[in-house]
């Protein structure tokens, strides 16, 4: 069986493909990067990395009558929220494009194959304190990143109700692990530390520590999209996340025990978004129900992790000057 993986080098790309490695399925994998594969041709063959631009049509449409996917993974996308009030247009042109390059390249090529749809949790935006995040709620995006999720989102709905294409759309909360950027929160105060432990610096800026999110170990998420693909309905949507809130102070005050220096913490309007939501807190019973899946891993295990890959990250490159 083929599988199709857009995104592949990227955070949950990584991820995903370690945990088909570990199960012996790398054999199956068809990857498409935009820009640098090598690293990916190390554990995948050569000729199953693809370096393409999802934003021009014929080269997805391309690839899809080449690979003949039974599952297409739709990971690709722009995904700092904070980067998208700065430059609207990119994310929404890259984010909508690229996503219906993939939808229409199946409906073309391989009308029978799977398709996850990776939606976002940004999509629900101004939630009111008395709603419970279930898929039923209206959604109010805030950013322009949100706003080309629900695009993407209901762009899924549309080749099912039209072309009777088998999608699943997801609407994963925050989640967090190794490989993940700047400009996400954990990997910003993570950073922010283990350069402070390395300069001997005494203080990071963050934003709004009062905001409460559902956060969810990227190595729990990528075996929940593996399951939604064998389990989940096409044409329903899901929530994944873990269900349970944390206030972001309480998330850095973690991440600050594990420190090997005392640093101080100052608060940077700067770091503010123009719209934030207080609490974002996944009602994922309907995707539990529906597959079985449960996060496993501790949340104190993942920041762990996370402040040791920045560890490597910045000492390798600081021995690289």
């Known amino acids: 069986m083929n599988i199709l993986i857009t995104g592949a080098t990227g955070f949950v790309g990584t991820h995903l493909i370690d945990l088909y490695i570990k199960d012996r ?62 430059d609207p247009q990119k994310v929404l042109q890259n984010n909508i494009l690229t996503s219906v390059n ?16 990776i939606g976002s949790a940004d999509e629900y935006g101004l939630v009111k304190p008395e709603e419970p995040i279930s898929e039923d709620i209206p959604l109010r995006p805030t950013s322009p990143y949100a706003v080309s999720k629900v695009a993407v989102d209901y762009l899924g709905l549309q080749y099912v109700l039209a072309h009777k294409l088998r999608i699943v759309r997801l609407r994963p909360f925050n989640h967090i692990g190794e490989y993940q950027g700047v400009g996400f929160a954990v990997a910003d105060f993570a950073k922010q530390i283990v350069e402070a432990e390395l300069d ?8 709004n520590l009062s905001a409460v999110r559902d956060f969810t170990d ?67 019973t309907k995707f539990m129900r529906q597959t079985g899946w449960r996060p496993k891993v501790p949340l104190e295990n993942t920041l762990t992790r996370v402040l040791n890959y920045w560890r490597k990250l910045l000492i390798m490159h600081k021995e690289m000057r």
């Open 218 to 284: 990227v190595k729990d998420m990528v075996e929940a999209y593996r399951l939604a693909l064998a389990k989940c309905v096409p044409g329903e949507v899901y929530n994944v996340g873990s269900g349970k809130g944390v206030r972001m102070q309480d998330l850095l005050n973690l991440m600050l025990k594990q420190a090997t220096r005392e640093i101080r913490v100052e608060v940077d309007p700067r770091k503010y978004r123009p719209v934030d939501v207080e609490s974002v807190v996944a009602d994922p």
């Open 200 to 207: 001997k610096r005494n203080v990071i800026k963050v934003g």
């Open 102 to 117: 993939i939808l229409e390249a199946v409906r073309r090529h391989a009308r029978k194959a799977t398709v996850l749809l």
């Open 25 to 86: 399925k790398s054999k199956n994998l068809h990857c498409v990067t935009f820009g640098e594969s090598r690293t990916l041709q190390q554990v995948i063959p050569k000729e199953q990395c693809y370096e393409i631009d999802l934003t021009q049509p014929e080269k997805v449409y391309e690839l899809v009558e080449k690979v003949k996917p039974q599952e297409v993974i739709h990971l690709a996308a722009m995904a700092a929220v904070g980067e998208s009030f700065l």
